[in-house]
């Protein structure tokens, strides 16, 4: 046995796949069985020995491999394999010949079956209904890591190779991939459908598709056909999509300078899928929330995300698979570049939604994340293909996107676009690393990109830059922010923008060392507004770090938010660190509260949104801290956001713009949670108009979440109505948006005893696994019976969601929104004997936050003025 476990040990527990051959060509064919849900597949791949071995290392994984079906066959001579063996936990099969491969190329032919799973990764199955029928379809989702579930292959990004797919399926279905139909070949009722051979890529991005679908189409003006796939009855929900992205492709060919490389591009929605969506080459798939756009009943909310998420796919069709990363550690240059380059793209279709102002949401979410301890650098070292499951993260998509802009606006929009292309073109069908891109912007820009850019991607966390003025001389310093509130080590390069009393009056400069002051003598002689003008600092919220004022220029800014003098980016980004260092306890909550007070006459789409999320937060922490104060609180939001709600009313107008179409229905979601009488009667009498009449007018799609959650503050065990009809309009509709828009309101009610029956209805197979997550951010007064309910449930959902990213959700979740020390020990040890290597990371960040809201609780017990604060803006007449 101990000869046995030495076996292949050369092989076994690496992060990488030894380099002595290398793939370059695959001749895959596959025939999925949808009834028994298996499959079986032949792959014949060309590989190139470059040195000399015995062995052939691929990945492989939950495959059976047909011993007596490999062979190698090169310089016309065939060569039997002695022996195979699969090592299901390295993912490997290593094939052993009897003497060494001769140098140079060869094919190697293997035979292998497999099961079409139910876990919405590698090979699996999705269902669905068609005239009434259950029915199957087959889809592939291999990034991070799991074409090796489908077949064997090099499943790492830098192993790029041409793909030529055959598919044996029944006849009456659509089968894809990524690239176009060359023939098909009938056989009784099943068909073989041969596919070009695709250009040079990586295995991840190879996908197959076989189903029933409609399709709409369109071609670009060089002509590459577009398809937008879907259910069959859904064609028409694919127009905007489908427009969006021939757009798109012509926007990004003059952007990047290099055309889109592929003849066709399919664009498909995936009933179950557990991205949002995936850039496979030539066949994007996507969540059916995320593609299709129904105008009746879709929110102008969905619309949006389906324009951002398709131009963020579109994106990577570029920079991604044209020019790949060379191992997992670079993921971010993918995913933060497509993130950022898809809000260029929006903005240019759609420049009335303002969308980069809205771009600073994706910021604040990397700021939370980056502002944890347990956050980790941009780039990761990736040791295990489990390990990466967990990157896919605000820090990689959102902290990436946000350093990138940071760049280009300190390098100009012009010299980056320029580079940009010189750098697609330059690694063009091959893979690149983080410092490529850095040296092509560097020798464009004649900056020191490499030297500032390290700074922010090989280190976690980010700074938060204290200002205060002296005489004329504006003193700054820097050092790590920690929501915790301790100080961190890091020390950043960091570009400081700053206008003083006006816009026209601006300067910047790179702060290198700990602290550093500016003489400001002739801008403060600039400045006519007064001898006190404001200052503010990080203009329009371009760069990734806070900012901390002294408290005269605190009350400048608040008095310039007061006289509308400032940018929507400066009046959010003030508010967002302000908020920030309320939590990491290094501002008062009380001053926190009056700075809310300022925003009253606030009309700003994405600064309202930001001051209903964080009066959210407040409320939550202040039912920990000083539940004597919480009906005063309710009451100052309440009165808070009533102008903006009357200013908006209920119906939504002729020509409004998109963004008060979007604010109406969080406004009065906000007024709803907070216990606003007029505004939960009003939405009980639309809902009750719309239960007997689906197409009313009353209750647009905007407005449905407001009325859905103002229904649920309604109900309890004794007044179950509105949850019964809730679920009635859930099971009744079959637009995806419509159910998880139903999912997020349920989990509002603040009953504990719906909310368990609630949790349960999520994991029955009403709800899609991938949907279970939209359900789990429940009220206050239900969060023990979440976390009791989890405990007794974690079996079942490690076995329903396995290694993938969704399981975190449920910790991060249920775990984050507490806020005693008790409680995290609790937690500990319930997970101690449950630890596993995707959920690791998630559940050090979550117990971090508990821990963080418990200092905050208790910073607030210690604030002497708050009741008087809070009574006083609570009843302030304005």
Same mark, same amino acid.
Request: aromatic fraction near 10%; proline fraction near 3%; charged fraction near 25%.
């Given at each position: ?514 602290? $550093? %002051?500016?003489?400001?003598? +002739? &801008? *403060?002689? !600039?400045?006519? @507004?007064?001898? /006190? ?126 963004? $008060? %179409?979007?604010?109406?229905? +969080? &406004? *009065?979601? !906000?007024?709803? @949670?907070?216990? /606003? ?202």
């Amino acid at each position: 046995m101990a000869e046995q476990k030495l076996k292949h040990s050369q092989f076994r527990g690496q992060p990488r796949l030894p380099k002595f051959a290398i793939p370059k060509r695959y001749d895959l064919k596959l025939k999925p069985d949808l009834t028994a849900f298996k499959f079986a597949g032949a792959v014949q791949i060309s590989v190139d020995v470059v040195s000399d071995t015995k062995f052939l290392v691929l990945n492989a994984a939950e495959l059976s491999i047909k011993p007596n079906s490999i062979s190698f066959a090169s310089h016309n001579k065939v060569l039997e394999s002695v022996e195979i063996e699969l090592y299901e936990e390295d993912e490997i099969v290593v094939v052993e010949f009897k003497e060494s491969l001769p140098i140079g190329t060869g094919v190697l032919n293997m035979e292998f079956e497999g099961t079409l799973n139910d876990r919405m990764k590698g090979f699996y199955r999705s269902t669905y209904e068609h005239d009434g029928q259950k029915k199957t379809m087959a889809v592939t989702q291999f990034e991070p890591a799991d074409a090796r579930r489908c077949f064997p292959c090099w499943d790492e990004p830098a192993c790029k190779a041409t793909f030529k797919i055959t598919l044996e399926v029944p006849s009456e279905l659509v089968a894809l991939s990524n690239m176009p139909v060359i023939e098909e070949k009938l056989n009784g009722d099943l068909k073989t459908v041969y596919y070009q051979e695709s250009p040079i890529m990586s295995t991840y991005l190879v996908a197959v598709v076989v189903g029933l679908f409609d399709y709409v189409e369109d071609r670009t003006p060089d002509g590459i056909i577009v398809r937008v796939y879907c259910q069959v009855g859904k064609a028409g929900q694919g127009k905007f999509a489908l427009d969006v992205a021939v757009k798109t492709l012509g926007l990004y060919k003059e952007y990047f300078e290099v055309p889109y490389s592929l003849p066709k591009l399919d664009m498909i929605a995936i009933p179950d899928f557990a991205a949002g969506a995936m850039e496979n080459y030539g066949l994007v798939t996507y969540r059916e929330t995320a593609l299709l756009y129904d105008d009746k009943h879709s929110a102008a909310a969905n619309k949006q995300r389906v324009a951002v998420v398709v131009a963020h796919e579109l994106a990577h069709q570029w920079f991604g698979n044209l020019v790949t990363m060379e191992w997992w550690t670079h993921l971010w240059l993918n995913e933060g570049f497509a993130t950022w380059v898809s809000y260029l793209a929006v903005d240019s279709l759609f420049p009335d939604w303002k969308i980069w102002t809205q771009f600073l949401d994706e910021s604040t979410e990397g700021l939370r994340l980056d502002g944890l301890a347990e956050s980790h650098p941009i780039e990761v070292d990736i040791n295990h293909a489990g390990e990466i499951d967990e990157i896919f993260d605000a820090i990689s998509y959102r902290k990436g996107a946000s350093v990138i802009r940071m760049l280009q606006s300190y390098l100009g929009a012009e010299c980056f676009q320029r580079a940009l292309a010189s750098y697609i073109k330059r690694h063009a069908c091959s893979n690149a690393k983080t410092e490529d891109l850095w040296s092509v912007l560097q020798e464009e820009s004649g900056e020191p990109v490499n030297k500032l850019m390290n700074s922010w991607t090989k280190q976690k966390g980010y700074p938060v830059v204290s200002v205060q003025v002296k005489d004329q001389t504006l003193e700054f310093e820097q050092s790590q922010f920690l929501l915790s509130g301790s100080t961190g080590e890091g020390q950043w390069i960091v570009p400081i923008t700053l206008c003083i009393g006006s816009y026209d009056s601006r300067k910047s400069f790179l702060l290198q060392t700990k602290s $550093d %002051a500016l003489d400001v003598k +002739e &801008l *403060l002689g !600039a400045s006519v @507004s007064s001898s /006190h003008p404001w200052i503010k600092v990080n203009v329009d919220q371009t760069g990734f770090f806070r900012v901390k004022y002294d408290e005269d220029l605190s009350a400048r800014l608040r008095d310039a938010i007061e006289r509308k003098c400032l940018s929507v980016g400066d009046k959010y980004g003030i508010l967002d660190d302000y908020y920030s260092l309320s939590m990491a306890c290094q501002q008062s909550l009380t001053s926190l509260l009056a700075l809310m007070g300022a925003y009253r006459e606030e009309v700003e789409y994405t600064v309202l949104s930001n001051l209903i999320s964080i009066a959210y937060k407040v409320a939550r922490i202040v039912a920990d801290a000083a539940p004597e104060l919480l009906d005063n609180v309710k009451l100052l939001f309440i009165n808070l956001f009533q102008h903006s709600a009357e200013r908006l009313g209920w119906d939504p107008k002729q020509g409004e713009s998109h963004l $008060d %179409a979007m604010l109406r229905g +969080e &406004l *009065l979601t !906000a007024l709803a @949670s907070f216990g /606003h009488e007029m505004t939960i009667n009003e939405a009980s009498r639309r809902f009750r108009i719309f239960l007997d009449d689906r197409n009313t007018l009353v209750l647009p799609p905007d407005l449905r979440r407001a009325v859905y959650v103002a229904v649920m503050q309604n109900v309890n065990k004794s007044n179950r109505s509105g949850y019964e009809s809730l679920l009635r309009v859930y099971r009744e509709s079959d637009l995806s948006q419509e159910k998880t828009r139903i999912l997020g309101s349920l989990c509002s009610c603040r009953d504990p005893e719906i909310i368990h029956e609630f949790l349960n209805f999520l994991l029955s197979s009403e709800v899609r696994s991938q949907d279970a997550v939209f359900g789990l951010s429940v009220s206050r007064e239900a969060r023990e019976t979440a976390w009791n309910w989890l405990k007794v449930n974690w079996d079942q959902i490690c076995k329903t969601y396995g290694a993938g990213f969704l399981i975190t959700r449920f910790i991060s979740a249920i775990v984050s929104p507490f806020s005693s020390y008790e409680k995290a020990a609790e937690i500990e040890q319930f997970f101690a004997s449950r630890m596993k290597p995707y959920i690791a990371r998630t559940l050090k960040q979550s117990i971090e936050r508990l821990h963080i809201n418990a200092a905050w609780v208790k910073s607030i017990r210690n604030e002497k003025h708050l009741a008087d604060a809070v009574t006083e803006l609570a009843f302030r007449k304005y």
